[in-house]
């Protein structure tokens, strides 16, 4: 019984990151737009949920956006190659995109589009700062404003030379400059917008100047944050007047912006806390406790009550744009793209690309999935709520796919919330090495480090302080609010594993040991520890309940049983694998492998495995009686019961963090793999094989054009989720329920080989796999477009329907077709 | 009730009504239907908000087709099936207090028109392709598709002295020169003429309703319990339909198809009473057993309902008072609504009729109906919870956690057959126990011949049988070494488990009387440590004791590596020292020789208190301090207190300047680089 490449569903739908450009709030302040990487979303402000989303090709090369005055569904894009694109973005059609025009640029010395500035009446012009684009803030570089349109030449109106930043105004009227010597610069509009009046302004240079503002009202005044935190207000319209310095910030101001009525100005910066200036009063007010550094403060004219903020979340260019009320300082809307700590950034990917290119380095089937670096990420799925979670620091982030936003950001280890500013970076947060959900998903267990910060010589200052958390699920059973359900502290164990012994994986137990109750950690030296719930006696929980004392009631995890390692060896690549049955542990660290009975905890001795790996171990997975190893340069399926290596052997080059690409679907002994591979042309791809545990066919192949970072298995989704390094969430699953019989296990028990037969036929598979699949690539591209429909690919389309306007239950009925 | 004015449009699928809310006056349009698709939940799918300017109020508002625009359509069929669509309906407004009627449209949510008028209108509708208003000085205003004036019609001039200060309140055309007029009675205008109907109310008739193909008018009045039904062509009432409580609003609807009918009417208790079949001649049974009561002719004909509706939260939720504000009848369905939370509509539709078994059609509701709503969720999204913007991270509490430590080994298992801890044990167990115990006992008798009464052990044995802490604390005072090593000596193997848990126990609380309670510890795991090793295998036992010893030698390594290094930096300084010693001798004494000249004269004339000798004295003192220094210092060091020892640093700091800058100050560069060459030298070698 085989299954044909139809059963399966492939595509990754979901997720994605925010690009820090173009977010636009719609004229009447009802929705806002942000731009992901390949499409535009919008959210209605008034149910913070994401109401349509606009798929457009790739988004990234975007510097600004506007909406258009004369058709009120219609949006302009600017992009860095010099193209207005035409999107409509109200109502739902099949290709949204109603115009694309290239403007005239080629010829000129106007370089490309940084910012749009105005359009007239009718459309045809646009007016925009030009320039080279600035690979980082502080380069140096003329930029024109010019007027064009399509088919009009380019007229420059304006230049200021030696530019370092720039802004503009509320109204877009005005456009302020700060330049290498030193000095501010000014343009206004004048005439019907035809001219431009260039000013240089007096003023008295403190320090580099970081952000800009320019008011739009009769009295022009300059605002300029500077990288000390003070922001100089220079008066421009009353030149008598002195210059003022506002001081609170204590390090570079980010983003500086005005209001719309010029009373007040807007400052934010390192410290995570929004700033509003009173001009007149001389007043403060402070909105703190951001989620990250304010990068971006937006204002747009037409809308006075909301103001838009984008905040950096971390050093891996995650964002966040929140909009908030400028009434109550509440926020209207968050928008969170997935935030994923990868264990190298996705830059990789394309400077690896140029690397390859310029060494015009010769791929082989040897060496093709030598993928420099490792893009895997830690990231599981929760059976209970549907939720994708993935860590970040010390937040964990649950993200909905079938939404396709954010849910919630918790905190599982304690941190600061105001932000770091000069040397309290040196300080860093705790954060979360590994977690994992047990089987039921009724509980969670995280593992964070907190290294000691090296501000002084003190002999602390190489301590890493560990701990483990178990924490409860508390679901949100009366339908009380709209979250689904969060996590409660239980147990902290302060460090599990003995004084500054890190610990290397978390494994929960199988749903047949305690009905899954348990998590097993496994350290550097080979100790394994089991943990399990100490539930509180009946007559204290009854007692709990009735006087209402938590405390009576409160789970506590203990450590129940340790297996001391040999403690010969000390190294990182541990990774365990327990048995459905919950009988055996298996445990690698390095190259070898032990086997651990799990009732006593002791290893088997009698048995002594066949050294398999033969390179570092990346990751185990028992399959029902097989051992799947994935090393560092192969990956081996042995079956433990007739201890012979099985069909399925094949080589080929592993990241560190391999265990995260191979997940286990233990009802259909089905395992899913990511490899990542250089194309010919040197792109980073990668290929997911569904394998079984003693074939080494493939039961299904899938390609995708860039690098796999997780692979989990989901009951409730009944397939695999991947995540991939453009932190776009993808399924892999399939219909059919049984793929394979029983039969073809005899097969495999006849595949008896002993390691130099195993090493020969590994060679040739590979050349085999690779024909192999080169040949299936076709096959799959063209069934690809065919999808199978049943009711159970609609299940997500259903969950939280409640309150969801029409449209968007269509739109996800249209992304899962 | 909280709406001023409600309207559902002519289709029933859409539901405009008025509320007051912050003192303004709002319009709400919103989907009727959109409640049952999803059951429970506020409807989302359609609804505008149209606040109108504060000051306005709202008198009535009526559902008029879209004629701007050029959308309207004349022929009548058209115009029914183009008016299921929001875009082809309007709505007017008539304001309380102003001569203005807003023609809103909700589909664009806007006001499309304002229409001004001479004279505040009471009234404002569509009939018979045309907009017709009504003042409160009896004066009908005709309008046009574009809503300007064309006609005023002046019903004084037609009215004749019989009935003279009647003022109109409603109104409805029969064609376009009969016109029904309402004010307490029924009047009819035909052509000009104006002659009284045979239907009287006590109040002003809320509205007029044609039925059976126009041939009948039924009437009702708010604050009233009757509905009357006039034949138009005999000019008397046909029946009167009375209900228990009020009457607020009635509904009546009849399919052709099937020749179903129903009157609903809605109370100002808030129920709905159901009159199935209301023209039907034959369901007069109760009446005739009215008429024994009543005198009157037309009473004969009067017909209370058949049925009731009403709405309540279920049994198990708190209970709520729901009243039904309006209903719809259609078709098909009987449209309800109430309001949650005193301002926003939900809807129910209940099927009038349906196919009996038979396959003909047979009115549904022939009981009393009880609906339960639930209180539906009316937060679809909060911006804050608990003060907490939704934005933001949460956060977790620890101080509700338990926190332990990865050294605490309690609840360590054996192996599986140890997981029931709670269970109680069986009887075999507890036989074996016993015997285990008689076997300790038998043993134990030699190790009791041993101890004599009154000795510590014997005390320290019964505190510990005892659980006497008191007592226990006394025999732990002891702090003679021999007596401890005694007791302990003496003392049964089997108390040595619990005494070193309450030991264990005792050090970790305490940690300043460790020194003595070690010498117990100590002498326990000499004397007693095979019993422990043999017998107690399990390391869960002597849990406490580990973690004890844990935290106590934790901070070991780092103790001995600071006090190395303070040693280190204490044997510099020596060094240093006896190094300066060393050089200051040498050339100092040349230093002497070369510069002081001594001179007779000046010492007998007694001025040789010059400046060089002063710098002499002083340098010896600063000598002699830090040769006390260093003394102190070493004594210091050996009672290895953390807390001291940096500010031991800095002392030490502070002298290898001051030295430094002694040196360099009396010798010079070029001597002062030499003996940092020296000193580098012998660091090199150390």
């Known amino acids: ?251 570079q101001v980010k983003a500086l912006s005005f209001n719309h009525d010029d009373n007040y100005l807007l400052s934010g910066g390192l410290e995570k806390v929004l700033c509003f200036w009173n001009l007149e009063s001389d007043k403060q007010q402070f909105l703190p406790r951001l989620s990250g550094t304010i990068e971006k403060i937006i204002l747009q004219e037409e809308n006075e009550d909301l103001y838009g903020i984008y905040t ?126 047990s089987s039921d998903g009724k509980w969670m267990c995280t593992f964070d480090s907190l290294s000691t910060p090296e501000l002084d010589d003190l002999m602390s200052a190489n301590d890493i302080k560990y701990s483990l958390k178990f924490w409860m699920f508390v679901d949100n059973l009366n339908g009380k609010s709209l979250e689904s359900g969060h996590w409660e502290l239980t147990t902290k164990i302060i460090d599990p594993h003995g004084l500054g012994v890190p610990i290397c994986e978390i494994h929960p137990s199988p749903t047949s040991y305690h009905e899954g109750h348990a998590f097993v950690t496994a350290d550097i030296n080979g100790n394994l520890r089991l943990w399990k719930p100490k539930f509180p006696k009946k007559v204290f929980r009854d007692l709990g309940h009735a006087t209402s004392n938590k405390k009576l009631q409160q789970t506590a995890w203990t450590l129940r049983k340790i297996r001391r390692g040999t403690g010969k060896l000390e190294t990182g690549a541990v990774s365990i694998s327990w048995s459905p049955d919950s009988s055996l542990i298996a445990l690698a660290q390095d190259t070898s492998i032990t086997l651990v009975d799990a009732d006593t905890f002791d290893d088997i001795e009698d048995i002594t495995l066949p050294s398999l790996a033969g390179s570092r171990i990346r990751s185990l997975n028992i399959v029902d009686n097989n051992l799947i190893i994935v090393a560092k340069n192969r990956i081996v399926s042995f079956n433990l019961l007739t201890f012979a290596s099985n069909e399925l052997s094949v080589k080929v080059n592993t990241p560190i963090g391999a265990k995260r690409l191979i997940s286990v679907d233990h009802e259909r002994n089905l395992i899913c793999l990511g490899v990542n591979y250089y194309t010919s042309t040197y792109e980073s791809a990668s290929r997911i094989f569904v394998l079984t545990p003693d074939n080494l066919k493939p039961v299904y192949i899938a390609n995708h054009m860039s690098p796999i970072s997780s692979i989990t298995y989901s009951s409730a989704h009944s397939g695999f989720v991947l995540l991939d390094i453009l932190s776009n969430i993808g399924y892999l699953t399939c219909s059919v329920g049984n793929i394979f019989t029983q039969e073809e296990t005899e097969e495999a028990k006849a595949f008896e080989i002993n390691t130099l037969l195993s090493n020969a036929k590994q060679m040739a598979t590979v050349k085999q796999y690779n024909n192999k699949s080169d040949s299936m690539d076709v096959d799959i591209d063209d069934e690809l477009s065919h999808k199978l429909l049943n009711a159970t690919i609609f299940e997500p389309v259903l969950e939280n329907v409640e309150n969801l306007p029409i449209e968007a239950l269509f739109e996800r009925v249209m992304r899962v077709i | 009730m909280s709406l ?203 509205e007029i309703k044609l039925i059976n193909n126009d041939k009948y008018v039924l009437t009702y009045t708010k604050n009233d319990r009757f509905i009357n039904c006039l034949d138009l062509e005999k000019n008397s009432l046909v029946k009167i339909y009375v209900t228990e409580n009020s009457i607020l609003k009635v509904d009546y609807f009849k399919n052709e198809e099937f020749k179903l009918d129903m009157l609903v009417a809605l109370t100002d208790d808030g129920k709905i009473e159901i009159f199935n079949d209301p023209l039907s001649i034959s369901n007069d049974k109760q009446n005739s057993a009215a008429s024994k009561y009543s005198k009157r002719k037309n009473v004969k004909k009067s017909v209370s309902s058949n049925y009731k509706i009403n709405v309540s939260r279920p049994i198990d939720q708190l209970a709520e008072n729901l009243v039904f504000e309006d209903l719809k009848l259609d078709n098909k369905h009987l449209v309800l609504t109430w309001l949650e939370n005193s301002s926003i509509p939900f809807f129910h539709h209940l099927e009038w009729w349906n196919n009996s078994a038979d396959g003909s059609k047979i009115y549904s509701i022939n009981q009393n109906v009880q609906l339960f709503k639930e209180k539906p969720n009316l937060k679809p999204f909060q911006n804050l919870q608990h003060g907490h913007d939704v934005a933001s991270a949460k956060h977790y509490n620890e101080s509700h956690a338990i926190i332990s430590s990865g050294d605490n080994l309690r609840d360590l298992q054996k192996n599986e057959e140890d997981e029931e801890e709670e269970e109680e044990l069986s009887l075999a167990e507890k036989l074996q126990l016993q015997n285990k115990e008689d076997n300790v006992a038998n043993g134990s008798i030699k190790h009791k011949k041993r101890t004599n009464a009154g000795t510590l052990t014997v005390v320290l044995v019964q505190a510990l049988k005892s659980n006497d802490h008191s007592l226990l604390e006394t025999v732990l005072n002891n702090r003679d070494e021999s007596i401890i090593r005694n007791t302990i000596y003496k003392m049964d193997s089997s108390y040595a488990v619990k005494l070193i848990d309450r030991l264990s126990e005792r050090i970790s609380r305490n940690g300043n009387r460790q020194l003595n309670l070690n010498f117990w510890v100590k002498n326990i795991l000499i004397y007693h440590g095979n019993y422990l090793i043999h017998n107690m295998s399990d390391k869960s036992n002597l849990n406490s004791l580990i973690s004890v010893l844990n935290a106590k030698s934790k901070n070991l390594n780092r103790l001995m590596e600071l006090r190395a290094k303070i040693g280190m930096v204490t044997d510099i300084l020596e060094m240093k020292r006896d190094m300066a010693k060393v050089l200051d001798e040498e050339p100092e004494e040349e230093e002497i020789e070369e510069n002081v000249e001594y001179i007779e004269e000046l010492d007998d004339a007694g001025l040789l208190d010059g400046e060089d000798d002063a710098d002499m004295d002083d340098l010896s003192d600063v000598e002699e301090q830090d040769e006390e220094d260093g003394e102190n210092m070493e004594v210091d060091v050996d009672g290895d207190t953390d807390d001291e020892d940096d500010d031991q640093y800095s002392d030490v700091d502070e002298y290898d300047e001051k030295l430094k800058d002694i040196v360099a100050a009396e010798k010079g560069e070029d001597q002062d680089q030499s003996v940092l060459a020296k000193v580098k030298q012998i660091k090199m070698s150390k």
């Open chain 1, 312 to 437: 950096k979340l971390n050093d891996d260019s995650d964002f966040e744009y929140i909009v908030l009320n400028a009434v109550d300082l509440v926020s209207r809307l968050n928008v969170n793209g997935v935030r994923a700590k990868f264990a190298s950034s996705v830059e990789w990917v394309t400077k690896d690309k140029k690397r390859l290119r310029k060494q015009q380095f010769n791929l082989d089937n040897d060496n093709n999935t030598k993928v420099k670096h490792d893009f895997t990420a830690d990231f599981l799925v929760h059976d209970i709520s549907k939720l994708v979670y993935a860590p970040s620091g010390s937040y964990l982030q649950a993200y909905d796919v079938a939404k396709n936003e954010q849910s919630f950001v918790t905190a599982i280890a304690p941190t600061i919330q105001a932000g770091k500013v000069r040397s309290e970076t040196l300080i860093q947060d705790p954060t979360i090495e590994h977690f994992a959900f």
């Open chain 1, 1 to 251: 019984m085989t299954v044909s490449a139809n059963d399966w569903k492939f595509g990754f739908n979901a997720g994605g990151k925010i690009l820090p450009e173009g977010e636009l709030i719609s004229p009447d302040g009802k929705f806002s737009l942000v731009l992901f990487k390949s499409q535009i979303r919008v959210f209605s402000l008034s149910t913070r949920q994401s109401v349509r989303s606009i798929k457009v090709n790739d988004l990234s090369d975007v510097v600004d956006t506007a909406f258009s005055k004369l058709n009120s569904s219609a949006i302009y894009l600017f992009t860095k190659t010099n193209k207005i694109i035409t999107i409509n973005w109200k109502d739902r059609v099949a290709n949204p995109i109603i115009k694309e025009k290239t403007l005239k640029f080629s010829t000129t010395p106007f370089g490309s589009l940084l910012k749009f500035l105005k359009m007239d009446a009718t459309e045809e012009s646009f007016y925009f700062i030009t320039g080279k684009q600035a690979s980082n803030a502080q380069k140096i570089y003329t930029r024109y404003i010019v007027k064009t349109g399509t088919g009009q030449n380019v007229v420059e109106l304006a230049n200021v030379k030696n530019a370092i930043i720039f802004n503009h105004s509320i109204n877009r009227n005005r456009i302020v400059f700060f330049t290498t010597k030193n000095t501010l610069h000014y343009a206004e509009f004048i005439n019907d917008d035809e001219q431009i009046e260039l000013h240089t302004v007096n003023f008295q240079f403190k320090t580099q100047v970081t952000s800009l503002a320019i008011t739009s009202g009769d009295d022009t005044i300059i605002a300029a944050g500077t990288s000390s935190g003070i922001i100089q207000i220079v008066y421009v319209h009353d030149q008598t007047r002195p210059q003022r310095l506002l001081k609170w910030h204590i390090d």
């Open chain 2, 4 to 206: 001023v004015t409600s309207q559902f449009d002519p289709s029933g699928q859409y539901f405009a009504s008025v509320i007051v809310s912050l003192d303004s006056h709002v319009l709400r349009v919103q989907s009727s239907t959109s409640s049952t698709a999803t059951n429970s939940s506020t409807s989302q799918s359609f609804s505008t908000v149209f606040p109108l300017p504060k000051g306005l109020k709202v008198l009535n508002i009526s559902w008029v087709p879209n004629t701007i625009n050029g959308s309207y359509n004349h022929s009548l069929k058209k115009q029914r099936l183009a008016s299921t669509s929001l875009e082809n309906q309007l709505i007017s407004i008539v304001l309380e207090n102003s001569n203005l009627i807003y023609i809103y449209s909700p589909s664009v949510n806007e006001v499309l028109k304002t229409v001004k008028v001479t004279s505040k209108l009471s009234l404002f509708k569509h009939n018979l392709n045309k907009f017709w208003g009504l003042d409160l000085a009896n004066q009908l205003f005709e309008f046009d598709e574009g809503f300007e004036l064309i006609n005023t019609v002046h019903l004084n001039d037609y009215l004749n002295e019989s009935f003279d200060n009647v003022q109109f309140k409603n109104f409805k055309h029969l064609s376009k020169k009969q016109v029904i007029l309402s004010s307490n009675s029924l009047y009819l205008l035909d052509d000009k003429t104006i002659e009284h109907l045979n239907s009287n109310h006590i109040n002003e008739v809320e």
